[in-house]
């Protein structure tokens, strides 16, 4: 069953370590069957304010198994996310897919 990881960002500080970031963990998603679902700023926001000047972005991993192999990984966690420090304020959950019933 898919897995989701959605992250709503803020961004603070746009310097070269969230580009080093941006591209760092795509490739390392990518390593562990994520694709992007969704990644930028809404095209219009038609109701309240959490989503005014936000990024947000949106992974679908195959299995829970594979979310957590790349968000719980060394190269994510030791390498990748310090980069991300001082760049912004992240709200990340993780999800599962909604049953079929209700797919």
Known sequence: MAAYILSVIE???????????????ARLARSHGGK???????ASVVSGTLLAN????????PSMESLNAFYLSDAY?????PLRE????????IFEAPP????
């Open 86 to 93: 001082g760049t912004g304020i992240y709200d990340i959950g």
């Open 11 to 25: 961004v603070t500080n746009p310097g070269p370590n969230l580009k080093k970031y941006s591209e760092e963990s």
């Open 100 to 103: 079929a019933a209700m797919a």
């Open 77 to 81: 966690q030791k390498e990748c996310k």
């Open 36 to 42: 992007y679902v969704l990644r930028g700023k809404a």
């Open 54 to 61: 936000k990024v947000v972005i949106m992974l679908e991993f």
